[in-house]
């Protein structure tokens, strides 16, 4: 019969694999996409909801295009890997046999990693870092607070998925309050002594919302950090905060099915950058968040990149299509205020070691309001254009 893939993930690394091989392989290999949600949604412009520049339903993207551009998709989960007979387990019974495997699950959080924060408390204790009813509750919670509230960020260690991630929703978080609650405080717990864009963020909260954001960074504690859900506290060194909303964004590894494969090395699973191939199975490629590579943040961007060029060297190995060498790129855009946005990117390549960063850029400091705008008005035509090369 014809040469068999399955994907695990119909995320931003899982769809855009799927679809590409399906697409360019012109019927000659069988794709099948292992996806649980019927309805997913972009963490990429979730901030953007917080904000109220986005609704809910827009993030929003079904896999109906995939199935009729001749994806098989199977909505289940993926509950074991059999690497010997090459088959996936699913969760509603049965299996599904591969030649290869592509894995895109994105992130799982570390258990314990905030000592008094576990998915039990993520109700009391948002994360958001995966998109959905955690952004929506999260936003309830935002607009619940009293006058004059405390919203708390415990930010996360390197690395995790959208480095800028955290400090755009910062952004947008204080663009409501200031608008709905402008007494309230909002304080960022972080581990890091630094983070994506530092400069950029900075210089707009001074401009946009000063003296409504702090940031304690790991000299004042920001490294020993704990929580109670049922108090609603944040203990920082001893010292203790009472919260109104809590933001838990936990430290991350690989999705869970990457170690129930054990193709992971620590929290990540290592590739070849050259075809996304894990460096411990070779029938099995890994895209995305879940996949340590080298040089490429963890964001959206990057997944996309990353499958395209697995989805080449997957039809190469099955099909004998050509193959040539691996190109990678990435930019990340993060929104400040409106109109206000910055942009980090760069141009990638693979070599034996890792992938490899070739040449970079970054917005400015001090920028006009007018290149400001482009730069924000150039995400949102990535958005229209990213979504619809990976769900079609
Ligand atoms: P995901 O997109 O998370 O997809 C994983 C999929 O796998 C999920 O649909 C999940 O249901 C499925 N899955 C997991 N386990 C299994 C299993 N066992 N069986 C079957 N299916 C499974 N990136 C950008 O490029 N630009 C941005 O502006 C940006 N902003 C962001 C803002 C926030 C707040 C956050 C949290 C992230 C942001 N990102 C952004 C990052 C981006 O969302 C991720 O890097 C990207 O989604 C990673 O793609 P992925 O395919 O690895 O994982």
Request: charged share 20%.
């Amino acid at each position: 019969g014809k040469p068999r893939v399955v994907v695990v993930g119909g995320g931003a690394g899982g769809a855009t694999a799927a679809r590409y091989i399906a697409k360019d392989s012109k019927g000659e290999i069988d794709v099948t996409l292992i996806e649980p949600s019927r309805q997913y949604y972009t963490c990429f412009f979730s901030n953007l909801y917080l904000g109220g520049f986005r609704e809910m339903q827009s993030l929003g993207h079904s896999y109906g295009a995939l199935a009729s551009q001749g994806v098989n998709v199977v909505h289940d989960w993926a509950v074991g890997i059999d690497r010997d007979a090459k088959t996936v387990a699913l969760a509603g019974g049965g299996s599904v046999s591969y030649d290869r495997l592509i894995l895109s699950p994105g992130i799982d959080f570390i258990e314990g990693a905030v000592p008094g924060w576990s998915v039990a408390s993520q109700n009391k204790m948002p994360h958001a870092y995966k998109a959905g009813s955690q952004t929506e509750l999260l936003r309830a919670q935002i607009e619940a607070m009293p006058e004059g509230g405390t919203y708390v960020m415990v930010a996360p260690p390197n690395p995790y998925r959208c480095p800028p991630g955290p400090y755009e929703r910062i952004s947008m978080v204080a663009h409501t309050l200031k608008a709905t609650n402008p007494t309230a405080k909002i304080i960022i717990v972080d581990p890091k002594d630094k983070f994506s864009k530092q400069a950029l963020f900075e210089e707009g909260w001074g401009k946009h919302y000063s003296g409504m954001i702090e940031r304690i960074g790991p000299d004042f504690g920001g490294d020993k950090v704990s929580v109670n859900a049922d108090e609603m506290t944040v203990d920082v060194d001893g010292e203790v905060i009472k919260a109104d909303v809590c933001n838990v964004i936990p430290a991350m590894k690989a999705g869970r099915i990457c170690e129930m494969a054990s193709i992971t090395d620590g929290n990540w699973a290592p590739v070849s950058g050259h075809t996304m191939q894990s460096r411990i199975d070779e029938n099995i490629h890994v895209l995305g968040d879940a996949c340590a590579q080298g040089d490429m943040p963890k964001s959206g961007f990057s997944a996309n990149s990353q499958a395209k060029v697995a989805a080449m060297a997957v039809r190469g190995a099955l099909t004998g299509s050509k193959v040539f060498p691996a190109k990678f790129s990435n930019t990340c855009w993060s929104l400040i205020d409106s109109d206000d946005g910055i942009k980090v990117g760069a141009t990638y390549e693979a070599t034996d070691e890792k992938i490899a960063k070739v040449d970079g850029f970054i917005s400015a400091t001090g920028e006009d309001a007018a290149l400001r705008k482009a730069t924000y008005e150039e995400s949102v035509g990535w958005y229209a254009g990213i979504t619809a090369d990976m769900f079609g």
